[in-house]
């Protein structure tokens, strides 16, 4: 699935998809790779890339990854990246801490200044809301999400199978489902921020967020 543009809001300036990784829990694979599935809280799982936009429409999916891999890792070989570090894209993507900042990839200020600083954070955390939100309608609409009981190259087809099936259902205006709270991820943040992302971050705060 590739990225449609559709723009984000909550104040935010000229974003095009918020996103972030969930994990869908597997049972244990069996052979020399199983410790590879084993996620930071202990249970065995494929780590799922997802961009969505303002309706919850899943406009990317990356799902090969086993669970031992960090977010990061998973955004920085994907092909998406690989399209916005070409200039495929006109805007920007939101991300958590768990991501380095680029000039087309922001992520929150770890230590916020009182002010803009504060201000743009916040519009950030409301604005990315949107992908947690996705993913709890797509779980609560897809109960099998919850633990997938099969290969993990046949979990990988599932989940992208299910999200189709979530845009069409978006599309269709069907209903949605109640949306379980998610937890908070205690992912590790990530100190590797590349200085035009430091810029690029410095500007829209100026821009947009000095008032």
């Not at 429409?57 to 799902?63: G, L, P, R, S, Y």
């Not at 996705?134 to 997938?148: D, V």
């Amino acid at each position: 699935m590739s990225v449609t543009v559709a723009r984000l809001s909550a104040g935010f300036p000229n974003v095009i998809g918020a996103i972030d990784c969930t994990h869908i829990a597997i049972k244990a694979p069996p052979g020399p790779n199983e410790g590879d599935f084993v996620n930071r809280k202990g249970v065995h799982s494929i780590n799922v890339q997802m961009v969505c936009d303002s309706m919850c429409h899943i406009t990317n999916v990356e799902a090969k990854w086993p669970g031992s891999v960090h977010d990061s890792r998973i955004f920085r070989e994907s092909e998406l990246c690989t399209l916005f570090e070409r200039g495929a894209y006109d805007g920007i993507l939101l991300g958590d801490r768990g991501y380095a900042c680029r000039q087309y990839f922001l992520t929150p200020f770890p230590d916020p200044n009182p002010g803009p600083q504060t201000r743009y954070n916040a519009a950030l955390a409301r604005t990315r809301a949107r992908i947690e939100m996705t993913f709890g309608q797509l779980k609560g609409r897809f109960q099998c999400l919850k633990g997938l009981r099969v290969a993990p190259d046949r979990a990988c087809d599932i989940i992208v199978a299910c999200a189709v099936l979530h845009n069409i259902a978006t599309i269709r205006k069907e209903r949605i489902p109640v949306v379980e709270v998610q937890p908070v991820d205690d992912l590790q943040p990530v100190h590797l921020d590349q200085p035009s992302g430091r810029a690029a971050r410095d500007r829209i705060v100026q821009h947009n967020f000095a008032y």
